[in-house]
């Protein structure tokens, strides 16, 4: 198993930017993709960013692109996700999740089933 804890959340004007963090424990961080999904009041978690166990190969959300990106460090077990230009629809809870270690390769990991573990989440405020 791996245990997952989100950082980073908190409070921003529109237009600011926040970096999320995500520290693994448990097993061996790189033998998993890792990914970034959200949740906002009323509405379905839904999928922010993927990135391969490896950090060679990223995937985004179109409503996220040119403005999110998502990068690890499997020296330090903490995937991030750098947020830039935040809006008030960018308010949400953040989650990280695990998924096994092919996901990306084939070509699956924006769906919440294809993940195996979750963190708690953090949230993000955007005011206006």
């Known amino acids: 198993q791996v245990q997952l804890v989100e950082s980073g959340g908190g409070l921003v004007q529109a237009g600011g930017s926040l970096r999320l963090s995500c520290a693994a424990s448990?097993?061996?961080?790189?033998?998993?993709?890792m990914g970034w999904f959200r949740q906002a009041p009323g509405k379905e978690r839904e999928f922010v960013a993927v990135?391969?166990?490896?950090?060679?190969?990223?995937r985004s959300a179109d409503s996220v692109k040119g403005r999110f990106a998502i990068s690890r460090d499997n020296a330090k077990n903490t995937v991030y996700l750098q947020m830039n230009r935040l809006n008030p629809e960018d308010a949400a809870v953040y989650y990280c999740a695990a998924a096994p270690r092919g996901t990306v390769r084939r070509g699956r990991g924006l769906r919440s089933d294809d993940y195996d573990y979750w963190g708690q989440g953090t949230q993000v405020t955007v005011s206006s």
């Open positions: 990135i391969s166990w490896v950090g060679s190969t990223t």
């Open positions: 448990g097993r061996t961080f790189d033998s998993y993709a």
